[in-house]
């Protein structure tokens, strides 16, 4: 069985675990210059930083295994950080018991694995698909073929599994019959900004959870293990460096903002959170179109179209974070393989 995999983010990296089990050729389109998707980690001279995903958690039986296993691997180690709440100017500790885990030394450390041996495209933005009907795929009923913004098409696929956003997703299956179940306003947008610090802050608060005002995380990206650089030769070496995410209803607002703007802005609301002065030596802004769950919108599920050997997967399909996009990507497989399965039995 031919499958084509477009992104390679969690969902992506679940979905070739499975497949590969089962023998399957699988090519993997991916827009971006490495794995990831929201997972992806930048590196700096102070070591990697994490502007998407801050950590993720594990409630399943079988994700909790996969991260146990990533853990025997040194690929995942627990945060062991005791967060804090900021709400109407006052900072407390929260009473939250969560074991929260990060990649090692970069979010996305545990996915290169997986797609270890698989056919990648880096760099490649698929823009269209077709399905062709045929009489000489596997399943005698079609197959598809994929082009890329950059002019290059591949086919002979037997299937083709989405792992990108939703209103992505729906803009390259437009006309598809699957298309009126994608809820495209499942993913709402986040400014993401890392700041790097002139002078030390001096609190002892590693992560903080944001009630109210324009920021709703922040965090010092130096307390997460392994992020520190080898480059480093002494720790006292490295800058302070504080990642703070925006809420959506400000990244919305401030979607076409410039950079300095949204830097001066993380700048006022980081003296808010920590009741500090601070003196900004650096900053990073990072966009995200498509970064968390929308709580408004009902889950729809992991979307499978027989007929066509389609399947899209995605955190927003089962209701937002990591667990869910891993778990996704692994339904996905089993549902394009045991569709396998059962032609075989019918031919």
């Known amino acids: 069985m031919n499958i084509a995999i477009i992104g390679a983010g969690v969902s992506a990296a679940a979905a070739v675990g499975v497949l590969k089990q089962h023998g399957c050729q699988i090519s993997v389109f991916e827009k971006s210059r490495g794995p990831g998707g929201r997972m992806s980690s930048k590196r700096a001279l102070a070591g990697s930083l994490d502007l998407g995903a801050q950590y993720f958690t594990a409630r399943d039986a079988g994700f909790i295994a996969q991260v146990e296993q990533w853990r025997s691997q040194g690929l995942v180690q627990i945060w062991s950080m005791q967060p804090w709440v900021s709400e109407h100017g006052v900072l407390s500790r929260s009473d939250d018991q969560q074991i929260r885990y990060v990649g090692t030394s970069t979010m ?4 290169i694995p997986a797609f270890s041996g698989v056919d ?7 823009n269209e698909l077709s399905f062709i009907t045929s ?9 598809w073929q994929l082009c890329s913004e950059q002019g290059e098409c591949y086919g002979g696929f037997d299937a083709v599994l989405l792992t990108c956003p939703p209103e992505q997703s729906y803009q390259l299956l437009i006309g598809a019959p699957v298309c009126a179940q994608i809820p495209r306003q499942s993913l709402v947008p986040c400014w993401a900004v890392l700041l790097e610090l002139a002078a030390p802050t001096h609190v002892s608060m590693d992560a903080i ?4 005002g324009a920021a709703s995380w922040v965090a010092r990206q130096s307390s997460k293990p392994g992020r520190q650089s080898a480059r480093l030769r002494d720790v006292s070496e490295a800058p302070e460096q504080w990642l703070l995410h925006f809420t959506a209803d400000f990244s919305a607002a401030e979607l076409e903002a410039s950079a300095e703007r949204i830097t001066e802005l993380a700048a006022a609301e980081l003296v808010r959170v920590l009741e500090r002065t601070v003196e900004v030596a650096a900053a990073l802004c990072h966009r995200w179109l498509y970064a968390s769950y929308n709580p408004a919108i009902a889950p729809c599920g992991v979307l499978y179209d027989a007929k066509m050997q389609l399947a899209l997967a995605g955190d927003w399909t089962l209701g937002g974070r990591v667990e869910n996009a891993w778990l996704s990507g692994v339904t996905a497989a089993e549902q394009l393989l045991s569709a396998r399965h059962k032609s075989g039995q019918q031919r």
């Not at 990648?120 to 698929?126: A, F, L, P, T």
């Not at 009489?135 to 197959?143: I, T």
């Open 108 to 111: 996305h450390q545990m996915l």
């Open 120 to 126: 990648i495209h880096y760099q490649s933005k698929i």
């Open 135 to 143: 009489n000489v795929s596997s399943h005698s009923q079609g197959q």
């Open 209 to 212: 959870f944001v009630k109210d």
